[in-house]
C-alpha cells in the first residue's frame, strides 16, 4: 500500500501512517481527541479518492471504446458550445492569414476556444491563403516520427508514402525517423523539397516506456538539429495513414488535437490522470488532447517535450505512472500551457467510431491496431 505525506508541519517529516501511529501512541497524550479524529478522516479520504478513481477509469474505458456503435452513432447528436467570436479578427491570431477563417461557416461545431484560439475544420479555411503566406515567409517542417520493434515493418512505410502525398504539399519537409533498426528503414522516393534523417534510439521492453521516452528524443534532436533547419514541427505516431489535404493551415506556435472519442463527450468522461500523486494530475480541463498528433515552433515543441519528460521522471522516482503515460503529461501541459491552434478530429479520424455528420472530410486516419502481436516483448 502506498503512503502519503500531508502537509503539516506537525508531522516532523513522517508519512501519514508513521504520523497517525505517533500520535495515537500512550505517549502522546498531550494531543487530544479532536486531532487524532481529524488525522484519521484525512486518512481515509485520501483513501477512498484513490479507490474511486480506480474503479472510475476502467468503467469510463470501457463505455469510451467498447460501445455497440449504435451508441457511438447517439453520441454524434450530443451538441457542441458555439464559438462566441463575431469574427475571426477577434481570434488571438496565430498569423494574419488566420483573420480569414469563417467561424460561423460550420454551426454544427465549436471553432474556436474560450481563450480565442480557433479550432479548425472543414469549410473554414481558404488551403491556398495559408499555403501562399507560409511560402513567403519560408516556413519549413520537421516531422518525427517513431517506429521501433514490430512498428517499423507494420506501419513505416505505408505512413511515410501517405505522407508524401499529402502532408504540407510544397513546402520543405525532413522526415526524422526514430527507429532501433536503421537498417530496415524502407527507401521512399521522396518530393523535391523533402529529405529523411534517421535517428537510432534503444528499444525499450515496454511499450509505454517507448512513448514516454520520445519526448527525450524530440527534445534532442530539436536542440541539436532541428532547430537550425526548420520553423515548425510536428510529432506523430507511426500507426496512422493520410488520407486527405494535411497542410499549413494546421501550422501554428502550439498546435494540439482534439482526440476523436471525446471531443463531443461531458468533460467528467475525460480520461484524466486524477492520481493526485503524479504530475500529471487534473481534476478537469478544457479539453482532450490526442497526443498522437502535436506540433508547433520550434521553440514550443521544445518546450512542451521537455516539460512532459520531467513530469514522466519525476513520476519515475515516485514509482508513480500517469494512466495514459505521455498524453496524460501532455494534457496537463497544454492546460497549464494553452494551444493557440486546435485541430478538430478530422486530422486523426477513427472510423470505428462510425459515421459522423461533422467529419466532412478525413485527412489522417488510424491504422488497424494489433497491441496482441505488436506490444508483446
Avoid at 458555439?82 to 477563417?101: F, G, I, P, R, Y
Avoid at 467561424?103 to 488551403?127: H, N
Avoid at 508513480?320 to 503515460?325: D, G, K
Wanted: charged share 25%.
Amino acid at each position: 500500500m502506498e503512503t502519503f505525506k500531508i502537509n503539516l508541519d506537525l508531522r516532523g517529516g513522517l508519512t501519514m501512517e508513521e504520523w497517525i501511529e505517533e500520535c495515537l501512541s500512550p505517549e502522546k497524550k498531550h494531543l487530544n481527541d479532536d486531532m487524532q479524529s481529524y488525522v484519521k478522516s484525512r486518512h481515509l479520504q485520501r483513501m477512498r479518492s484513490v479507490l474511486k478513481c480506480g474503479l472510475l477509469v476502467p468503467i469510463t474505458l470501457c463505455a469510451i471504446y467498447l460501445i455497440p456503435p449504435s451508441v457511438k452513432l447517439f453520441i454524434g447528436f450530443i451538441t457542441m458550445e458555439k464559438c462566441h467570436l463575431e469574427s475571426a479578427k477577434m481570434l488571438n491570431l496565430d498569423s494574419s492569414v488566420d483573420a480569414s477563417l469563417n467561424l460561423q461557416s460550420r454551426p454544427d461545431v465549436l471553432t474556436c476556444t474560450y481563450w480565442k484560439a480557433a479550432i479548425i475544420w472543414e469549410g473554414m479555411f481558404d488551403p491556398r491563403l495559408y499555403d501562399k503566406m507560409h511560402k513567403m515567409r519560408g516556413s519549413s517542417v520537421a516531422l518525427t516520427v517513431f517506429a521501433v520493434g514490430r512498428y517499423l515493418d507494420a506501419y513505416l512505410h505505408t505512413f511515410l508514402n501517405s505522407s508524401e502525398q499529402h502532408f504540407m504539399v510544397g513546402l520543405p519537409v525532413t522526415y526524422y525517423v526514430f527507429t532501433d533498426m536503421p537498417e530496415k528503414v524502407p527507401n521512399i522516393k521522396l518530393s523535391p523539397l523533402r529529405s529523411m534523417k534517421v535517428i537510432k534510439v534503444e528499444k525499450n521492453s515496454r511499450w509505454q516506456d517507448v512513448s514516454m521516452m520520445r519526448m527525450k528524443s524530440i527534445s534532442n534532436v530539436i536542440e541539436s538539429d532541428i532547430r537550425h533547419h526548420c520553423t515548425h514541427v510536428f510529432c506523430f505516431d507511426v500507426d496512422q495513414v493520410f488520407t486527405g489535404r494535411f497542410g499549413s493551415e494546421a501550422l501554428g506556435d502550439s498546435v494540439a488535437l482534439l482526440h476523436a472519442h471525446y471531443y463531443r463527450l461531458p468533460k467528467h468522461l475525460y480520461t484524466y490522470d486524477r492520481n493526485p500523486n503524479s504530475k500529471a494530475y487534473m481534476e478537469t480541463g478544457d479539453f482532450y488532447y490526442h497526443a498522437a498528433i502535436f506540433g508547433g515552433s520550434w521553440k514550443n515543441v521544445k518546450a512542451l517535450t521537455e516539460a512532459c519528460y520531467q513530469g514522466i521522471m519525476e513520476d519515475k522516482q515516485n514509482n508513480v505512472e500517469a494512466l495514459w503515460h505521455d498524453e496524460s503529461h501532455l494534457n496537463k501541459y497544454m492546460l497549464l500551457h494553452k494551444p493557440s491552434k486546435v485541430l478538430s478530429p478530422e486530422y486523426c479520424w477513427d472510423t470505428s467510431i462510425g459515421f459522423r455528420s461533422d467529419i466532412q472530410v478525413t485527412r489522417l486516419l488510424w491504422a488497424p491496431k494489433y497491441y496482441d502481436t505488436l506490444r508483446t516483448p
